[in-house]
Nanobody, 122 residues
Framework: VQLQASGGGLVQAGGSLRLSCAASGRTLSRYSLGWFRQAPGKEREFIVANSWTGSTTYADSVKGRFTISRDNAQNTVYLQMNSLKPEDTAVYYC?????????????????WGQGTQVTVSS
C-alpha cells in the first residue's frame, strides 16, 4: 500500500488543521493506521493509532485535541488537530499495518507516507 500525506501548513496557536493520508494500491479496510510526528532533533513519536476493529489509542500529549478518523470509501485517514500549540510543530507521518491490532511504535508499521510539515506559531 502507498500512502500520501497532505494538509500541513502554518497556523497560529489555538488554530486547527486537518491532515489527510490517502492510500493507493490496497484498501485500508483491513489495515490499522497511525499518525506519528518528528520535530527537529527529536525522535519520531507516536500520536494516535486506529485499528479497523474500532480501537483507538492517543498519546497523552494530544488527547482531547486531536481526532483520527477514516473514510474507507475514499481510502483515506484523517487527523483533525484542534487547539494547536507551538510544541505541535513537526513533520507528521501516516503509517499503515495489515493487522487488527492498535500499534503504537514505529516498528509496528511497514508502510509510511512521506510526511507533511505542520508549523504552529506563537
Amino acid at each position: 500500500v502507498q500512502l500520501q500525506a497532505s494538509g500541513g501548513g502554518l497556523v497560529q496557536a489555538g488554530g486547527s488543521l486537518r491532515l489527510s493520508c490517502a492510500a493507493s494500491g490496497r484498501t485500508l479496510s483491513r489495515y490499522s493506521l497511525g499518525w506519528f510526528r518528528q520535530a527537529p532533533g527529536k525522535e519520531r513519536e507516536f500520536i494516535v493509532a486506529n485499528s479497523w476493529t474500532g480501537s483507538t489509542t492517543y498519546a497523552d500529549s494530544v488527547k482531547g485535541r486531536f481526532t483520527i478518523s477514516r473514510d474507507n470509501a475514499q481510502n483515506t485517514v484523517y487527523l483533525q488537530m484542534n487547539s494547536l500549540k507551538p510544541e505541535d510543530t513537526a513533520v507528521y507521518y501516516c503509517a499503515a499495518a495489515l493487522t487488527p491490532l492498535v500499534r503504537t511504535t514505529r516498528q509496528g508499521y511497514p508502510y509510511w507516507g512521506q510526511g507533511t510539515q505542520v508549523t504552529v506559531s506563537s
